[in-house]
């Protein structure tokens, strides 16, 4: 369901995810936040909530949560983690698992992920393991929590030993992306997010891929009706996968384009957000697919060059000579990237792409291709 403003862009929108008893609403749109008590109340019990999270978010918007949920007589109680990706640890896990014992939260009740996508998966999965899984609701408040990590179920945390490698599937039971609060994010952070929606277009729709080179510019500089669109058309392309294949046995696989790569980067860089963000390694990981698919001969050659060149327009990294500091040698790198969850029975999967918007998921990618590809981004 979408409303349009005159110039004919979005203005407030819902997208629907239909997963059976699992199935949910996606709002996305402005004053979602001030109006959030009467959004959550329906799903209430008792006129009660826990909210996680972080302590910039807190700083910016806690307040105006908090007005809002009372606004519609729903108290909450707050816990502030530290931002960043280190948040996605086995000590934050736990002080929050307990700090929602402590709130005495019980099995028919809400807890609110108010945050970014390290709050929604970390606070996504405290709720899955709460006596066996409370119900949890999703207010995320950066770029890339909008249109990617608060929709779909994957929560978890990291492990020493990489990315995302200790979690559960647990759909959330509402998602209010209210794109006010995107006002507040620094360029950098938005333009991470901004790696997962280019990440859509580049997987499955050309059209979105080239209504972002005409748009995304106006977007990142501030236009509403535009942010409420390319949120509404990621989840909408996000949803559809999901319901497609919820766990990942087959087409939510897509979804990980450029994100073999990244997470080799992530690891390599010890998830340090001032070297590299998800969405920056997200965004170097489509480039390098799509060179690999190049080199393979899946694609053509101008593929590659506009991914790069709306990539460099849009300000962001397109290399691995862009991340700052030494990365492990091409070989360690590739040593990593075995790591992945993608990977079976010892064969590493990829993310390959036929053209822009025709992505798939293969096993048949040389080594050798792979290493070249590293080299001449170094
Ligand atoms: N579960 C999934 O399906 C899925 C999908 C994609 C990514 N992810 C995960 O998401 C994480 C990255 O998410 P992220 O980029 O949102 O990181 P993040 O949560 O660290 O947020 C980025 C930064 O922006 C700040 N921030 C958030 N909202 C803000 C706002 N409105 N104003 C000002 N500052 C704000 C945060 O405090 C943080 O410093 C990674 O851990 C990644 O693995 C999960």
Same mark, same amino acid.
Request: glycine share 10%.
């Given at each position: ?14 997208? %629907? ?23 959550? #109340? ?100 950066? !770029? ?20 995302? #490698? ?9 998602v209010l992306a209210d ?22 277009? #580049? ?53 990980? #384009?450029?994100?073999?790569?990244? %997470? ?21 990981g489509c480039a390098l ?12 050659q101008e593929a590659p ?5 709306? !990539? ?67």
């Amino acid at each position: 369901m979408t409303k349009t403003s005159p110039n004919g862009g979005a203005t407030q929108a819902t997208v %629907h995810v239909p997963l059976d008893t699992r199935a949910y609403d996606v709002q996305i749109g402005t004053g979602l936040i001030a109006s959030a008590g009467a959004q959550i #109340l329906p799903l209430l019990r008792r006129p009660k909530v826990a909210v996680v999270t972080d302590e910039n978010v807190a700083s910016l918007h806690l307040d105006a949560l908090r007005a809002g949920l009372a606004a519609d007589g729903v108290e909450m109680t707050s816990l502030k983690l530290p931002a960043g990706e280190s948040t996605k640890s086995w000590p934050h896990l736990s002080k929050t698992v307990e700090w929602l014992l402590d709130q005495k939260v019980e099995r028919g009740d809400v807890v609110v992920a108010f945050g970014g996508g390290v709050i929604g998966d970390l606070v996504g999965f405290a709720a899955a393991i709460l006596r066996r899984g409370v119900r949890f609701v999703q207010i995320p408040t950066s !770029l890339l929590a909008q249109v990617d990590s608060s929709v779909g179920g994957k929560t978890g945390i990291n492990a020493p030993h990489g990315k995302n #490698l200790i979690g559960a599937f647990h759909q959330p039971s509402l998602v209010l992306a209210d794109v006010d609060v995107l006002a507040t994010l620094q360029t950098r952070d938005f333009l991470a997010g901004y790696g997962e929606v280019v990440k859509y277009g #580049l997987l499955g729709s050309a059209a979105f891929f080239e209504w972002l080179e005409e748009n995304a510019p106006a977007m990142a500089a501030g236009d509403v009706d535009l942010r409420i669109e390319a949120v509404r058309r990621s989840v909408q392309m996000k949803a559809d996968i999901v319901v497609r294949d919820e766990t990942e046995q087959g087409d939510r696989a897509l979804l990980n #384009l450029g994100h073999t790569f990244c %997470h080799a980067l992530e690891t390599a860089t010890d998830y340090a957000s001032s070297r590299l963000l998800h969405g920056e390694g997200v965004a170097i990981g489509c480039a390098l697919a799509f060179e690999a698919s190049m080199r393979l001969g899946l694609c053509a050659q101008e593929a590659p060059s506009r991914v790069r060149a709306h !990539l460099r327009a849009m300000g962001m990294k397109v290399d691995l000579r862009d991340i700052d500091g030494e990365l492990p040698s091409t070989d360690a790198l590739i040593e990593l990237m075995s790591q992945d969850k993608k990977v079976i029975d010892g064969q590493l999967r990829f993310i390959m792409a036929r053209g822009i918007g025709d992505a798939f998921v293969t096993t048949d990618v040389p080594v050798d291709v792979v290493r070249g590809v590293l080299e001449d981004a170094r």
